[in-house]
């Protein structure tokens, strides 16, 4: 089971996901950027978006998938993505949210689906900060996130996810944030939940994904960033940050 490894991780260090996003994106770009990420230190690849306008979620999945041996997810913005051509699917539910859609019924859609692909779904409480300016989850997802600085509003939120059962919490400042996450705030969380967090949205640095790691985050994601600039330097450095944080339990 990918989550049970994915708490070994977890358990052992900070780990690095990328995200790719793969509308408009050629198989072959995707699969030799998943690679790319993979031989420089990323422990998991993310594949999803808040739109497709290219009908090509499957194809691009498939090929990253056949390119690397690291766990490849579906993080679907949208629940039309899925797609037996992964290791596991994130399946959301937008608990910061009070959209009924968001919070079960893009899940009722996708549950038959997951069903008749057998395909593993790790239950994932999702949670959107504010970050200074709208983003497209936000949009997409017509919900408010919590205020940046409401630190015990995000904890009550998390912990209620956990109870409610979810596997991992997933607090995300949204694609391109102004700002990240904040440490206090990733900080309470990480001292007052059992279950592994991930924390993504406008990192845009090394040194910002291990002050986030340092902080508490299990896993850090980087989307935009890498879109921007793929240099597998860049993605290395990345990943040496983020591992250098180590757990003791
Ligand atoms: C978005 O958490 C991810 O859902 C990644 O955000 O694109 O800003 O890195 P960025």
Redesign the pocket.
Known sequence: MIYNKLVKLSQKQANYFC?IDPDGMNPQKAADFAKICQDNGADGILVGGSIMLENDFDINLKAIKSAVTIPVLI?PGIFNFVSPHADALLLLSVISSRNPQMLIGEQVRAAPLIKHYNLESIGTGYMLIDSGKSTS?NYMSNSLPIPHDKDDIALATALAGQYLGMKIIYM??????QKPISDSMISKLKENIDIPLII????KTPEIAKQKAEAGADFI?????LEKNSNPQLIRDFADAIHSVKRTI
């Open positions: 995200l993080f989850v995300d400042a949204g694609s391109g944030a993504g949205g406008g990192i994601v980087t989307g935009n960033i």
